[in-house]
């Protein structure tokens, strides 16, 4: 169903993209700094598991396009090679020197865990990006493509948990590291927008 060049291809992009710096992962960071690695950790756990509720819309979006029509499921995945290189042109345009803010919130882990995992999920903008990114690795000529978009989601959290936790966990020394080199998070974000134009061009040059 899937070939081990097209998980490993995904997870090297979902990976760069979950380090690229955002709100999710500079919260995590923060909290980790701020309030604790236990709580830091919580509240990325809840962000990367709220990825799955997109994980089913897309897989649902995909296969009832393509059982509609194979010609909307292209037009789907032209869309989103457009909506990528949108994504990639603001990270490319980025100044960077983002800063991890101090949260000042007094929550519990459980309750961060939760605030994390219905943040992410009720975000449009992470629909959107399920939407447009995971179709991009999907072949449809290998068959079942729901579920293979479904394994595809599966990985993108599986790795967010991994990376958000550690994040979490090490959250004072990558804090003082990103303070004292504020142009590390612009060249991350460069690489995430070369990645994003990238196959974006590819979609709308492939026949």
């Not at 060049?5 to 997870?11: D, E, G, N, V």
């Not at 819309?57 to 909307?72: E, Q, R, Y």
């Not at 603001?90 to 929550?107: F, I, M, Y």
């Not at 009720?122 to 449809?140: D, E, T, Y």
């Amino acid at each position: 169903m899937l070939t081990l060049q097209q998980i490993l291809s995904f997870l090297a992009v979902a990976v760069l993209i979950t380090l690229s710096p955002g709100p999710d992962n500079l919260m995590v960071l923060g909290l980790g700094m701020s309030k604790g690695r236990i709580k830091g950790m919580a509240f990325g756990l809840g962000c990367a598991l709220g990825c799955l509720s997109h994980t089913l819309l897309a897989a649902l979006g995909v296969s009832a396009l393509l059982a509609a029509s194979p010609v909307a499921f292209t037009a789907l995945k032209v869309c989103g090679g457009l909506y990528l290189i949108w994504l990639g042109y603001n990270a490319l345009r980025s100044k960077g020197g983002a800063q991890a803010a101090a949260v000042t919130a007094d929550e519990t882990a459980g309750r961060l865990f939760l605030k994390g995992v219905f943040a992410n999920a009720i975000n449009p903008k992470v629909v959107l990006f399920f939407l447009s990114f995971l179709p991009q690795f999907v072949v449809a000529s290998q068959g079942h493509p729901s579920l293979q978009t479904a394994v595809l989601g599966l990985v993108f959290t599986l790795q967010a948990v991994v990376l958000f936790g550690l994040l979490g966990y090490f959250s004072g020394a990558v804090g003082q590291r990103l303070q004292a080199r504020p142009q590390a998070g612009m060249w991350l974000d460069r690489a995430a927008g070369t990645i994003f134009v990238g196959l974006g061009l590819r979609l709308l040059v492939a026949r």
